[in-house]
C-alpha cells in the first residue's frame, strides 16, 4: 500500500530528531533509510508505525490519515533490531499470538503459520523456544511473526544486524526473494550502505534529521544531491578536493581539469576512487604522484597517493594493477565522471 509522510518533525525536547521530512512510497516499493547512527531513520520508522507521536506533519497509509491512529489500525508490521520474540512461547505461538486476538479462526491461524513458517524454512522448528534457535532462525520467526498478519507495510529495523557476515548476505538474498513473493510496501532501515544499495528499489539518505536524497540506487551513486550523499554513498569514499573554477578550468593546489559548463561556484571537487586511473611513469596522464600506501585487496587494490602535496587521495585500480610505496605513477582522472560541490555543499556538477 503506498505511504505518504509529508512534512514530518519529530521533536524530544530541544532536538531535532527528524526535520521536515517527505517522501511517497509507492505501493510494493522497497525503500531503504540509511545514515550516521542518530540520523533519524528509527524515530521516521516509529512514527509511521505509531510508536511515536509526530511533533508535527502527516502520515497517510493507502491515501487516508493515519497521523493519529492507534498502532494496531495501520497495517503496519515492525521488525525489531532484537527481535523482541517472547522468550517463554515456542516459535509457533509466537507467529500466531497477535492473530488469536483477531477473528481469524484457529485452522486458519495455523494454516497460516504453516505455510509461513514453510517459505522461510523454519517449520521443523516451530516447537522450539527462541531460546533453542540460532539468531538466523530467530530473526526468521521475528519475519514470519509480521507476515503471518498479512501487513500493508513492512517497517524492518536492522533485522540483519545481529547475524555473523555470511548469514547476513544469506538472510539479505531470502529477504529480497520473500519482498518479490510478498510484494508488500517495505521500509528497511540499516546502516551497511552494502544492503542499501543492493536490496533497494531507492534509498533514502538521512542526516541530521533531514532528508537528503531519495532515489534508486545507481542515481544517490552517479548523481548525488550534496556533498554529505556524495562522501556517504560509496566505499572507499569519494575524495573531496579544495578547487577554484575559472577561466574554463577545475584548479586544485596540485592539478587542473576541465571545467563542465556552468560550475563556476564550485569549491569542492570529488573524485571516486576507480575514476582515477594509475600507470607507470611515461604515461601521459593529467598529473604525476607518488606512492604512499599499496593495500592489496584482491580483485581491485586501493593506492593512497600524495599528488604534489595533495595528500591521501585515494585511488582504486585493478587487481593486476601492483604498485609500491615510493613508486611515482602518471595519474588520469575521467573527466566525465567528476563532481563539483558548492560552498553549501549543493551539487554544482555531477
Ligand atoms: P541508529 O543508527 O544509531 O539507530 P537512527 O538514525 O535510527 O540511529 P534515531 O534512533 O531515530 O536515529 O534517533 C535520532 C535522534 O533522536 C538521536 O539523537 C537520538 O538520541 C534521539 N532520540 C531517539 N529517541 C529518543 C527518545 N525517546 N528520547 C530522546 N531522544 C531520542
Not at 615510493?326 to 555531477?350: C, K, Q
Request: net charge negative; glycine share 8%.
Amino acid at each position: 500500500m503506498k505511504l505518504e509522510i509529508e512534512n514530518l518533525t519529530k521533536e524530544f525536547g530541544d532536538l531535532v530528531a527528524v526535520d521536515d521530512v517527505s517522501m511517497t512510497i509507492e505501493d510494493g516499493e522497497f525503500v531503504t533509510f540509511v545514515g550516521p547512527s542518530g540520523c533519524g531513520k528509527t524515530t521516521t520508522l516509529r512514527c509511521v508505525a505509531g510508536l511515536e507521536t509526530p511533533s508535527s506533519g502527516t502520515i497517510r497509509i493507502g491515501g487516508t490519515d493515519m497521523t493519529a491512529a492507534n498502532p494496531k489500525e495501520r497495517g503496519t508490521a515492525f521488525v525489531f533490531q532484537d527481535y523482541a520474540l517472547y522468550p517463554h512461547m515456542t516459535a509457533r505461538r509466537n507467529m500466531s499470538f497477535a492473530l488469536e486476538s483477531t477473528d481469524m479462526d484457529s485452522e486458519a491461524i495455523r494454516e497460516s503459520v504453516e505455510t509461513t513458517a514453510e517459505m522461510l524454512g523454519i517449520r521443523e522448528h516451530l516447537d522450539q523456544t527462541p531460546g533453542e534457535l540460532s539468531g538466523g532462525q530467530q530473526q526468521r520467526v521475528a519475519l514470519g511473526r509480521s507476515i503471518v498478519r498479512d501487513p500493508k507495510i513492512f517497517l524492518l529495523d536492522e533485522p540483519l544486524s545481529n547475524l555473523d557476515a555470511k548469514l547476513r548476505v544469506q538472510m539479505r538474498a531470502e529477504l529480497q526473494q520473500l519482498h518479490r513473493e510478498i510484494q508488500s510496501t517495505t521500509i528497511y532501515v540499516t546502516h551497511d550502505q552494502e544492503e542499501a544499495m543492493t536490496m533497494s528499489d531507492r534509498v533514502a539518505i538521512l542526516d541530521g534529521g533531514k532528508l537528503q536524497q531519495i532515489a534508486p540506487p545507481s542515481v544517490v551513486y552517479s548523481q548525488p544531491a550534496n556533498e554529505f550523499v556524495a562522501g556517504f554513498i560509496g566505499s572507499p569514499s569519494m575524495n573531496f578536493l579544495d578547487c577554484t573554477v575559472s577561466s574554463g578550468a577545475v584548479e586544485t593546489t596540485a592539478f587542473s581539469l576541465d571545467a563542465p559548463a556552468g560550475s563556476e561556484d564550485a569549491v569542492t571537487l570529488g573524485i571516486r576512487p576507480e575514476n582515477i586511473t594509475l600507470d607507470h611513469v611515461g604515461g601521459d596522464g593529467d598529473t604525476e604522484a607518488t606512492v604512499a600506501v599499496f593495500e592489496q585487496v584482491g580483485s581491485f587494490n586501493i593506492v593512497y597517493l600524495d599528488i604534489d602535496g595533495l595528500d591521501d587521495v585515494v585511488a582504486q585500480v585493478p587487481g593486476a594493477k601492483q604498485f609500491e610505496a615510493g613508486d611515482r605513477v602518471s595519474v588520469t582522472i575521467d573527466t566525465d565522471r567528476i563532481h563539483l560541490f558548492a560552498e553549501d555543499g549543493e551539487t554544482v556538477h555531477n
